[in-house]
């Protein structure tokens, strides 16, 4: 499989028969040339959605137009999508398991919030929600925005996923130690990318405290659309 860095949270997911977007946030996103937006996406089978924040969401209606393909997500923001738009969605919830051709994707939860903004103001979008993806025999374990949270604990013990990528810029999400104490107590994995950092000054710059905190585990600085090979 390809795991391929976006910038921010959003990554490109080669795995199986399939292409993931996973919270695609490509316009004004300062880490991904716009030059470098159809290369992101070709090829895409279908669009995951954590939560409605716009740096997760902001393109998924337009990509999924575009590209002919669904959003897969949680099921009240799938359900006003497909009304107000006319797209096709994938809706389940939290403890769900959906099939995407060889790829199965089970929705698990996360501990942050979920709104899209409007002129009335933030808008009720579901619940927050990260994701286990599994094919090619491996496990994905995709946070979402969150904090740490005691339901990882049963994450590893129903998923046991080999590789995470992990929310790790801090303010918004937890930061690097806190993400790493994550990975250390719950998790056994094998290796892990952090995301949701160095998009922005508020955010933190670099994962030396993770690699630090995490001896024996595998931490990938990932690097815009440099595919990761697991």
């Not at 919830?93 to 698990?108: E, Y």
């Not at 579901?126 to 005691?150: N, R, W």
């Amino acid at each position: 499989m390809n795991i391929i860095w976006l910038g921010h949270s959003s990554f490109r997911i080669e795995i199986g028969n399939q292409v993931l977007l996973v919270d695609p946030w490509l316009t004004d996103n300062p880490m991904l040339p716009e030059l470098l937006h159809d290369k992101a996406v070709e090829g895409a089978t279908h669009i995951l959605v954590s939560h409605g924040h716009g740096d997760h969401s902001g393109d998924a209606v337009a990509l999924s137009i575009r590209l002919s393909i669904p959003v897969v997500g949680i099921y009240d923001l799938m359900s006003w999508w497909e009304g107000a738009h006319g797209i096709d969605v994938i809706g389940f919830n939290k403890g769900g398991t959906v099939k995407l051709g060889d790829v199965a994707v089970t929705m698990v939860n996360a501990v942050h919030s979920s709104s899209i903004a409007s002129d009335d103001g933030p808008k009720y979008a579901g619940h927050e929600a990260g994701f286990m993806i599994s094919g090619e025999g491996k496990t994905i374990y995709f946070s979402g925005d969150t904090d740490v949270c005691m339901d990882m604990q049963l994450m590893q013990e129903l998923h046991a996923p080999e590789i995470g990528i992990m929310c790790a810029g801090g303010h918004f999400t937890m930061d690097m130690k806190r993400a790493a104490f994550a990975a250390k107590r719950f998790f056994e994995f094998e290796a892990v990318i952090p995301c949701h950092y160095r998009t922005f000054p508020l955010l933190e710059q670099s994962a030396e405290v993770m690699i630090a905190e995490l001896d024996g585990v595998n931490v990938i600085e990932p690097e815009v659309m440099e595919a990761i090979t697991l």
